[in-house]
């Protein structure tokens, strides 16, 4: 499986702000997705980003709230603007995996806004 | 739509008992099915995949799931835990239908007693 890492691991920011989050991974993949795991709870999918496309969001995020790049198949960013304490949360990248479906996962970044 | 529920929100298990962890879900034709582990502060790993064929699915750290298409389930067992296995467990249904994207279900917390 891929090895992906994340920067930062952790952050505190104020609200009001906006914070980017790096996803890189160690060959290249077509698929990444971005997931929010608010505290004490599941995963919930935010967007799919597909190299050479628009990143797709699912019912709830909005692109203006998480804006995504994907310039290559190694690298993804995800920002949170103006940030509030809801969205305190770990954040986490994935990519596919060789079958469908199949996902590896990101370290995550836990996100705590004051 | 696809959808996952993880019945049991806390287990506590004795150290060298065994563990079974419930999953069922939701989709109209056969998912993808997947269990995923997360110790504390960590991101996600992947324990055990099922695509197809063999129902009984053995993964990593000695735990196996087993399929049952009547039931709708997917559950997780270990025969003898360690305190290591101490951690969030979460069962994820996919399809190449919906995207190839992940629902997961709201997770079991798993505690093991000395």
């Known amino acids: 499986s891929a090895v992906i890492s994340q920067k930062p691991s952790r952050d505190i920011c104020q609200r009001g702000t906006s914070l980017t989050i790096q996803c890189q991974v160690d060959?290249?993949?077509?698929?990444m997705f971005w997931y929010r795991q608010q505290p004490g709870q599941s995963l919930t999918l935010i967007a799919t980003?597909?190299?050479?496309?628009?990143?797709?969001?699912e019912s709830g995020f909005v692109i203006d709230k998480f804006p995504i790049s994907r310039p290559n198949l190694t690298f993804s960013t995800l920002t949170v603007s103006n940030m509030s304490p809801e969205d305190s949360s770990i954040y986490l990248c994935?990519?596919?995996?060789?079958?469908?479906?199949?996902?590896?996962f990101g370290p995550g970044t836990r996100l705590t806004v004051t | 739509a696809q959808s996952v529920t993880q019945p049991d929100i806390h287990i506590t298990v004795s150290e060298g008992a065994s563990l079974e962890l419930r999953c069922n879900y939701s989709?109209?034709?056969?998912?993808?099915l997947f269990w995923y582990v997360q110790s504390p502060g960590q991101g996600l790993q992947l324990l055990l995949k099922?695509?197809?064929?063999?129902?009984l699915v053995q993964g990593i750290k000695g735990f196996e799931a087993e399929f049952k298409r009547s039931q709708s389930s997917f559950n997780l067992r270990k025969p003898s835990v360690h305190w290591s296995d101490a951690a969030e467990y979460f069962c994820?249904?996919?399809?190449?239908?919906?995207?190839?994207?992940?629902?997961f279900g709201g997770g079991t917390r798993v505690l093991v007693k000395p």
């Open positions: 099922y695509f197809s064929g063999d129902t």
């Open positions: 994820a249904v996919g399809a190449r239908a919906a995207g190839n994207k992940l629902t």
């Open positions: 989709y109209g034709a056969t998912p993808y």
């Open positions: 994935s990519v596919g995996g060789q079958r469908d479906s199949e996902q590896y």
């Open positions: 060959s290249q993949v077509t698929m």
């Open positions: 980003a597909n190299q050479g496309s628009e990143a797709t969001y």
